[in-house]
């Protein structure tokens, strides 16, 4: 068994599959902690946790004037200055068993909790690049930067993805290669003991356990970046869907959803207010500036309080403009509708962009079941 050397997980972990493991915590837990905790942030494993020997083991930058450059752990922590950013990670298929329930798509069913938000802590890739010959005249070629995961699948496969050479080069790009998550050692499940972070990127280019760097004027041949992770028409099924004709997904769209109350919970008339909580991020560094609530289905809305911090404590500092890597918590408390027996809620966010979410699932549904960020809405009961 390939996964018998898997580590061990939180028992509070909501369970999508087990080999590989995928799984996601319990919205109410998410939106406790600012910084989600390692191990409660959400896990998606392609394939085993690989096994990795930190005396052997070696990171390979290769495709640049300087030749191959080869480091290992210890000289990536040594030789170039650490960096530390916050930054929120969601995949692609957060929320797709909510375009399940509209029509059936292929993957696993992630609930609303396929994000969560760490401190991750390395060498800027930027740095690595330059040390490896980047300069000008390598962007006159090369146009993408691929890694490789050591995660190998039965054939010898192993996980793979790009980003445009842009994004790995820029320094407002804050692109790391983190050996640190939260303030100690990447967990095995997060990538010990390299990951690629790349904020404002779908989670899929955030390779684990990375092994190898390519600077390339090709995207990474793999099959997560040619032939999976991209957007269809709601009109393309698996007999007309042609992966070649859509880009990869990098950025990801504004997203928000309710962690608190849960769909079908039941409150008192008595209580007059109800509080709703939950998380709001949008991709490419665009900051989250608003969040609407109704707890009336839509008729009337209200503004909620945005937070970048735990309560009691100093929120974290606000990023300079396009480098809002990391989400917002946000809280709003409402009159109970009159007379009603069962409530509406939905929330949706506004980026900085005004980039708005959809409010409906059927006009971005897609086979795939990715990018599902639609006005997230919750029922409630009344009980008098
Ligand atoms: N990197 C490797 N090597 N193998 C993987 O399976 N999964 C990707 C990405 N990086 C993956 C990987 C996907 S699809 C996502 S959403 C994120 O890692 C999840 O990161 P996490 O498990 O730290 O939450
Ligand atoms: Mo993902």
Known sequence: DPYSSDPERHPALVINSLKPFNAEPPPEIL???????SALFFKRNHLPVPQVDLASYRLHVEGLPGGKLTLSLEELKTRFPKHTI???????????????????????????????????SGARLRDVLQAAGYGPDVAQSARHVQFEGLDKDVTGT?????????KAVSEEGD???????????????????????????????NVKWLGKIIVSAEESSSHWQQNDYKGFSPGTDWDTVDFKSAPAIQELPIQSAITSPADGAMIDRSEETITVKGYAWSGGGREVVRVDVSVDGGKTWNVARLSSGDKGQTPEPSPPPGRAWAWKLWEVSAPLPAEAQEMEIICKAVDNSYNIQPDTIPPIWNLRGVLSNAWHRVKVKVRE
């Open 31 to 37: 939106s406790d902690s600012y910084i989600t905790p």
């Open 86 to 120: 916050t930054a929120t990670l969601q995949c692609a298929g957060n929320r797709r068993s909510e375009m399940n329930k509209v029509k059936q798509v292929k993957g696993l069913n992630w609930g609303i909790a396929a994000i969560s938000n760490a401190k991750w």
């Open 158 to 166: 192993t996980y793979g993805a790009s980003i445009p050479l842009n």
């Open 175 to 205: 692109v790391l290669l983190a050996y640190e998550m939260n303030g100690e050692d990447i967990p095995p499940d997060h990538g010990f003991p390299v990951r690629v972070v790349v904020p404002g990127v779908v989670g899929a280019r």
